[in-house]
């Protein structure tokens, strides 16, 4: 059964930085993107950011500010988080689609890691 498990999260000051981690587990797979998503109390789950083939792109909230990387020997995907704001108080999701050997994909979500901005 794969699993993602995330981690970093914490509380930080208005400005600093937290990097998120994130591993894929539990058996043989190929992984066709991962991404990183968050919501916020009383809001909808949005994206943040996401590698897929060499690429990364990002929310315009996020952009410039916060970096998405990925390592494919160890299945897993981080992402640094600078010049934090308040406003990027959120649960944290890591996603990944997964190929099938049919060529269609899945996805698997993480369990979410809590990111706190305040002074």
């Known amino acids: 059964q794969v699993q993602l498990v995330e981690s970093g999260g914490g509380l930080v000051q208005p400005g600093g930085s937290l990097k998120l981690s994130c591993v894929a587990s539990?058996?043989?797979?190929?992984?066709?993107?991962m991404a990183w998503y968050r919501q916020a109390p009383g809001k909808e789950r949005e994206f943040v950011a996401q590698?897929?083939?060499?690429?990364?792109n990002y929310s315009d909230s996020v952009s410039g500010r916060f970096t998405i990387s990925r390592d494919n020997v160890r299945n897993s995907v981080y992402l640094q988080m600078n010049n934090l704001k308040p406003e990027d108080t959120a649960v944290y999701y890591c996603?990944?689609?997964?190929?099938?050997?049919?060529?269609?994909?899945?996805?698997?979500w993480g369990q979410g890691t809590q990111v706190t901005v305040s002074s």
């Open positions: 996603k990944a689609d997964f190929w099938r050997v049919s060529g269609s994909t899945y996805t698997h």
């Open positions: 590698v897929i083939r060499g690429r990364s």
């Open positions: 539990g058996g043989v797979f190929s992984i066709k993107a």
